[in-house]
């Protein structure tokens, strides 16, 4: 495997289920990332963690709860969701956090909520 | 957030002909300006990017004009082809600070 990886692919969850994201990267990077993509909206920056540490969560509902175990795994874990989380979600990596570096994304993760 | 205004919202534009899509940010602080593509079904892609130390930038068949004062930049796509359907986004930032704008979807006619 290349690259960043997320599964599953596609998930249909009602409003009371818990699921979770994965995200994996095998690019030895230190920096991970949730976006939300909805569409002919800009994307938006859900979290980010730099070396297993997060390192920025802008104003997400906590019913997105993210983890990081290690520098290759990320993963966002779902409860109770709203029909309007329906998205899709990216995980991109990068070398570091800092600076101006090139993300890398997966295929994303296409969340429907019933 | 501060954001960055993209358009047009959708382009539709013949094989061999110039596609122009523009981007204005407010963030002066940003030095930082890429564009990622986005075919269907995949994740964006870097495609190209730009500082705002010099003016333009070419990679093939992509440039990036960058006008500082008037905080804009576009993408120019010479020569466009089918293959280069997809949709493209700017931004500005850093990498852990990267604004997106809202995207353009390009069709390019056979």
């Known amino acids: 495997e290349t690259g960043v990886t997320q599964t599953p692919r596609h998930l249909v969850m009602g409003m009371t289920n818990k699921k979770s994201l994965k995200c994996e990267q095998h690019?030895?990077?230190?920096?991970m990332y949730w976006y939300k993509q909805s569409a002919k909206k800009p994307l938006e920056l859900m979290f980010v963690y730099s070396l297993e540490e997060r390192v920025e969560n802008n104003s997400v509902p906590s019913r997105f709860s993210p983890e990081c175990p290690n520098s290759s795994h990320l993963f966002l874990h779902l409860h109770t969701l709203q029909p309007e989380d329906s998205a899709l979600y990216l995980c991109a990596s990068s070398q570091d956090s800092t600076g101006t570096g090139e993300l890398f994304f997966g295929e994303g993760s296409r969340l429907t909520v019933l | 957030q501060q954001q960055v205004k993209q358009s047009p919202q959708s382009l539709i534009v013949q094989k061999g002909g110039i596609s122009i899509i523009n981007c204005a940010y407010e963030?002066?602080?940003?030095?930082?300006f890429p564009w990622y593509q986005q075919f269907p079904g995949k994740g964006p892609a870097l495609l190209i990017a730009i500082r705002p130390d010099v003016s333009e930038k070419k990679e093939g068949r992509f440039t990036i004009s960058f006008n500082k004062s008037a905080k804009q930049f576009s993408l120019h796509i010479m020569d466009s082809q089918p293959g280069d359907s997809a949709t493209y986004f700017c931004a500005s930032g850093s990498a852990r600070q990267l604004t997106f704008g809202s995207g353009t979807q390009l069709t390019v006619l056979p």
């Open positions: 963030n002066t602080a940003f030095d930082y």
């Open positions: 690019l030895g990077h230190n920096a």
